[in-house]
T-cell receptor, first 111, second 112 residues
Framework: KAGVTQTPRYLIKTRGQQVTLSCSPISGHRSVSWYQQTPGQGLQFLFEYFSETQRNKGNFPGRFSGRQFSNSRSEMNVSTLELGDSALYLC??????????FGSGTRLTVV | SQQGEEDPQALSIQEGENATMNCSYKTSINNLQWYRQNSGRGLVHLILIRSNEREKHSGRLRVTLDTSKKSSSLLITASRAADTASYFCATDANQAGTALIFGKGTTLSVSS
């Protein structure tokens, strides 16, 4: 079966711009989570969606937002980009809390 | 904030040797999971151990959990060059288990 698909794989943006990342979960998975990975802070939880509702949110500023569509695909948006937002953004889908399947990530570089 | 802390941060071994990585965490958990990441790519789920389990095996992987010490270990036996990767432990952040808190990871290098 197809895995978790994240697009785009790489992205370069300028400070102040906004960006939208996309995640298509495994078919049948209704839970989608987003994580940010940086060398300094490691892997940090951003938010989790289930059946189009945000169920859990990490400790990130309001510039980070997300949504989930009826087909379980999810998007996350970062507005007013800062240099510190440069990171690998990972999406994961699951049927439940017993193991997550991660996508290959989107590498965002803010210049 | 990080829940888990892996030890060591980096480990270099020869093919055929065993690799042991440790993870400590701070709060009570429902389960603990181990993931592998190759060179900045996505994470691959390796194994999950529930809080009422003490040991679990999967192929060349052996995971132990000591909830009294809030620690876990991952043992990879007969390491191969293909095991070269970063390994992370992750615990569920709340009772619903809908968010994972990761440690900083152990970088394993296996040379042939």
């Amino acid at each position: 079966k197809a895995g978790v698909t994240q697009t785009p794989r790489y992205l370069i943006k300028t400070r102040g711009q906004q960006v939208t990342l996309s995640c298509s979960p495994i078919s049948g998975h209704r839970s989608v989570s987003w994580y940010q990975q940086t060398p300094g802070q490691g892997l940090q939880f951003l938010f989790e969606y289930f059946s189009e509702t945000q169920r859990n949110k990490g400790n990130f500023p309001g510039r980070f937002s997300g949504r989930q569509f009826s087909n379980s695909r999810s998007e996350m948006n970062v507005s007013t980009l800062e240099l510190g937002d440069s990171a690998l953004y990972l999406c994961a889908s699951s049927l439940g809390p017993s193991g997550y399947t991660f996508g290959s990530g989107t590498r965002l570089t803010v210049v | 904030s990080q829940q888990g802390e892996e030890d060591p941060q980096a480990l270099s071994i020869q093919e055929g040797e065993n690799a042991t990585m440790n993870c400590s965490y701070k709060t009570s958990i429902n389960n603990l999971q181990w993931y592998r990441q190759n060179s900045g790519r996505g994470l691959v789920h390796l194994i999950l151990i529930r809080s009422n389990e003490r040991e679990k095996h999967s192929g060349r992987l052996r995971v132990t959990l000591d909830t009294s010490k809030k620690s876990s270990s991952l043992l990879i036996t007969a390491s191969r060059a293909a095991d070269t990767a970063s390994y992370f432990c992750a615990t569920d952040a709340n009772q619903a288990g809908t968010a994972l808190i990761f440690g900083k990871g152990t970088t394993l290098s296996v040379s042939s």
